[in-house]
């Protein structure tokens, strides 16, 4: 079974400019994740997915970050313009809880991709 | 608002020994805790998961331990290995969302 995709490994841009991240997660996986982590630190939820809606996205910096998961299968994060406290690693994960009949989402196991790196100068 | 604690944030100890990580939550209302290790620049790669219903899950030789209501979980390592050097993170699942410890740095001296 294939594992979650990301690409691109690293990035390395100038303050201001733009990027995009792309995730796939596992095939049939309905609930997927996007997390920063800082460089010393555990993730921190960006935004999550439960097909192609939006859960939460309450920690989502909307005045610079953008996500869209279309067709409810792979997912793009978008930074613009970045700054230089974005520079971390930008983590997709999946699992394949569907939501609760309420919609709300109980998380079981998560599946990490190996991240992007993003360094912003 | 939950918040996990991982302590120590580093531990080097020798090959050959058994050791204990530890983690702490401040909600005890969790679904599920899970512990992941993760190697420099890479993602995470799940070890344990521990449904909120069960104490303790194991696998080859590593086992996790959860009492909810002292809001605490260890991970034990048995005959630790140099290939054991990673950071490990844990993770508690409630309300739908996940919220990571910071980690604790592992080094295994051969």
């Known amino acids: 079974e294939a594992g979650v995709a990301q690409s691109p490994r690293y990035k390395i841009i100038e303050k201001r400019q733009s990027v995009a991240f792309w995730c796939n997660p596992i095939s049939g996986h309905a609930t997927l994740y996007w997390y920063q982590q800082i460089l010393g630190q555990g993730p921190k939820l960006l935004i999550q997915f439960q097909n192609n809606g939006v859960v939460d996205d309450s920690q989502l910096p909307k005045d610079r970050f953008s996500a869209e998961r279309l067709k409810g299968v792979d997912s793009t994060l978008k930074i613009q313009p970045a700054k230089l406290e974005d520079s971390a690693v930008y983590l997709c994960?999946?699992?394949?809880?569907?939501?609760?009949?309420?919609?709300?989402?109980?998380?079981?196991?998560?599946?990490f991709g190996e991240g992007s790196r993003l360094t912003v100068l | 608002k939950q918040e996990v604690t991982q302590i120590p944030a580093a531990l080097s100890v020798p090959e050959g020994e058994n050791l204990v990580l530890n983690c702490s939550f401040t909600?005890?209302?969790?679904?599920?805790l899970q512990w992941f290790r993760q190697d420099p620049g890479k993602g995470l790669t799940s070890l344990l998961l521990i449904q909120s219903s069960q104490r303790e899950q194991t696998s080859g030789r590593l086992n996790a331990s959860l009492d909810k209501s002292s809001g605490r979980s260890t991970l034990y390592i048995a005959a630790s290995q140099p290939g054991d050097s990673a950071t490990y993170l844990c993770a508690v699942t409630n309300a739908g969302k996940s919220t990571f410890g910071d980690g604790t740095t592992l080094t295994v001296k051969p």
């Open positions: 909600d005890s209302a969790i679904y599920n």
């Open positions: 994960a999946s699992n394949p809880t569907p939501p609760t009949k309420r919609g709300a989402s109980i998380t079981g196991e998560l599946f």
